[in-house]
Nanobody
Framework: QVQLVESGGGLLQDGDSLSLSCAVL????????VSWFRQVPGKAREFVAG????????HYASSVRGRFTISRDDAKSTVYLQANTLKPEDTAVYYC???????????????????WGQGTQVTVSS
């Protein structure tokens, strides 16, 4: 049973920083591509950032590039999303997602991901 367990959400102010964590359980971490998505009520879920199974490829949405950084800690089977200079428009539920396929690429399409975490709320006030 594969589980993705997110943590680190919260209530922040415009310009603050935040680190989200996603622990991958029940699957060989070094064979797993993991990405972060986010969703605002009434809108489609959108890709935020992703890192390939070996960390060799990372990809970011244009809206977060330069402010967010995705990283992997193989020893802890955990993926992190460091979010700096947060804006109110970053407010959303953040989900981590993992793929079964062991490919050195990152896809932004949510239907390509096989496992999802429960989500963690990030609220940025102005």
């Amino acid at each position: 049973q594969v589980q993705l367990v997110e943590s680190g959400g919260g209530l922040l102010q415009d310009g603050d920083s935040l680190s989200l964590s996603c622990a991958v359980l029940g699957r060989t971490f070094t064979s797993t591509t993991v990405s972060w998505f986010r969703q605002v009520p009434g809108k489609a879920r959108e890709f935020v950032a992703g890192a390939s199974y070996n960390g060799g490829v990372t990809h970011y949405a244009s809206s977060v590039r330069g402010r967010f950084t995705i990283s992997r800690d193989d020893a802890k089977s955990t993926v992190y999303l460091q979010a700096n200079t947060l804006k109110p428009e970053d407010t959303a539920v953040y989900y981590c997602a993992a793929r079964r396929q062991n490919l050195p690429t990152v896809t932004t399409q949510e239907d390509r991901y096989d496992y999802w975490g429960q989500g963690t709320q990030v609220t940025v006030s102005s």
